[in-house]
């Protein structure tokens, strides 16, 4: 039996970022029948929305504040090993790829390569 798109079951994203206009970017990057989006605009939210919701994936910007996006990966993946978290930046380095794989997070994409995280998200498996 096949699943049809109807009875497949939507993936739910939390979307954390401090500009509204880039969460509507990354809201649009997702069709609406194909994902449920939560949105918040900072990492303290991002922390709390995650435990209200347990969402598929977090994809969370890098540079926010009062708390950043490193911050609230190391707790959100402490809260919940299994916790999912693609975080997003401007920035690129050694540096910068060390600190998202101590914080946790699966992965980081570059802002200006956004398509790579919606692919990531649609690639893998719930």
Known sequence: MTETA???RKIKVLIADDHA??????RSLFH??????IEC???YEAVQRYAEHHPDWVVMDYDM??????TAT?????????????LITLHDGDDIRD???KAGAVAYVRKENLIQARDIIRNSRI
Do not use: C, H, T
Not at 65 to 70: I, K, Q, S, T
């Open 41 to 43: 605009s900072d990492g």
């Open 6 to 8: 109807s009875s497949k």
């Open 65 to 70: 504040a009062p708390v950043d996006g490193l």
């Open 74 to 86: 190391e707790s959100i993946r402490k809260q919940y090993p299994d916790a999912r978290i693609l």
């Open 32 to 37: 609406a029948d194909e994902a449920e989006i």
């Open 21 to 26: 206009s880039f969460r509507r970017a990354l």
């Open 99 to 101: 600190a998202v794989r």
